[in-house]
T-cell receptor
Framework: SQQGEEDPQALSIQEGENATMNCSYK?????LQWYRQNSGRGLVHLIL?????REKHSGRLRVTLDTSKKSSSLLITASRAADTASYFC???????????FGKGTRLSVIA | EAGVTQFPSHSVIEKGQTVTLRCDPI?????LYWYRRVMGKEIKFLLH????????ESGMPNNRFLAERTGGTYSTLKVQPAELEDSGVYFC???????????????FGPGTRLTVL
């Protein structure tokens, strides 16, 4: 069954604005990872947050995790046209197990 | 450090033909995963190797799919015979082996876009 589910499915914003994407999941996790996919290219790892962490930052990215609500959010601040891509959350039930992906959020940043 | 590489980047074949996809993981990564994204749907897990052993193949859709990882290095995924519904993007990912309850990032290759006509 599908685990991660992103919301919204599509998001269009102006350059310079912040973009927030949410992810909900159903079962217990060891970690949650966010990936980006530019059109026609591979998945680029953005950030990993472990189940015992609540917030992580990486450059313009901020990820939060609320295990009580089984949800995570990805915030991209001061967006750029180059941030245009699909963003996926993926959950890992335990250390080495496969990731379970959602359908992704398609972000369009308009210059 | 070289990333995960996949070959070919694109493959167009006819129904009934055979196709073999290759994945070279990051050197030293014992975990190797295959995933697939069919048009408009989510990325789904196919198979997990730890070194040369199949750890989990619960995602393999049927016996037309055969994966190998000889010597625990690169891996191949063969589809024989290919069907229309096999079209999609096949991703390979690798990671270091995490101990206990630890975890490690899975790094993805660029994917192979397979089109079955």
């Amino acid at each position: 069954s599908q685990q991660g589910e992103e919301d919204p499915q599509a998001l269009s914003i102006q350059e310079g604005e912040n973009a927030t994407m949410n992810c909900s999941y159903k079962t217990s996790i060891n970690n949650l990872q966010w990936y980006r996919q530019n059109s026609g290219r591979g998945l680029v790892h953005l950030i990993l947050i472990r189940s015992n962490e609540r917030e992580k930052h990486s450059g313009r990215l901020r990820v939060t995790l609320d295990t009580s609500k089984k949800s995570s959010s990805l915030l991209i601040t001061a967006s750029r046209a180059a941030d245009t891509a699909s963003y996926f959350c993926a959950t890992g039930p335990s250390g080495n197990t496969p990731l379970v992906f959602g359908k992704g959020t398609r972000l369009s940043v308009i210059a | 450090e070289a990333g995960v590489t996949q070959f070919p980047s694109h493959s167009v074949i006819e129904k009934g033909q055979t196709v073999t996809l290759r994945c070279d993981p990051i050197s030293g990564h014992d975990n190797l995963y295959w995933y697939r994204r069919v048009m408009g749907k989510e990325i789904k897990f196919l198979l997990h190797f730890v070194k040369e052993s199949k750890q989990d193949e619960s995602g393999m859709p049927n016996n037309r799919f055969l994966a190998e990882r000889t010597g625990g290095t690169y891996s191949t995924l063969k589809v024989q015979p290919a069907e229309l519904e096999d079209s999609g993007v096949y991703f390979c990912a690798s990671s270091r082996l995490a101990g206990g309850t630890g975890t490690d990032t899975q790094y993805f290759g660029p994917g192979t876009r397979l089109t079955v006509l």
